[in-house]
């Protein structure tokens, strides 16, 4: 008896309540994405895809130092340099291994001419491990990028504290 009672109680009483909680979020606003269709804005501190970034004028920031490679922990910076028309250095080859990359930002923090920097972008998945290794015209911007709101701060701390010894 107690059980028919316990089923009838379930029918006219819990599957209401549970009703009424679905009803309640019905018309509220929802939490989740339509992703890919809408992607939510990374946190400005967000450390994704590197580019490697220009002066005003167009010239290449980076000379091949290698700092940032002796400061990568995850070694997956290579580069070779070369001299461009004007007899300044540049990279001729630079390539980052985005499978070993831990997207720490040492590279950025160590480089003293802040020509690389670690963008928002993190849709970079592929398919064969060679699309992984990221060349120099793939990270090159073809125009200063000027959407790093912390790029004051990190050149205002390089001022204040001068450049970090990379760890060799
Ligand atoms: S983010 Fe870190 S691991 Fe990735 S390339 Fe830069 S220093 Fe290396
Ligand atoms: S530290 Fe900066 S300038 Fe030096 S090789 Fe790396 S990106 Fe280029």
Redesign the pocket.
Known sequence: MNVVLRAIGNVFWSMPKGLAVTFKHLFKKPVTLDYPHQKKPMSPRYRGLHY?ERYDDGSE?????????A?CPADC?Y?EPEENEKGERR?RI?EINMLRCIFCGY?EE???????FLGREYEFSDYDRDSFIYTKVQMLVTSPRKDNPFKWIIRKVRRVYGVPEPSL
């Open positions: 490697l920031r980076c000379v091949c130092c290698g700092l940032c490679a400061a910076i580069m990279a630079y590279c160590a480089c003293p001419e802040e020509a690389i």
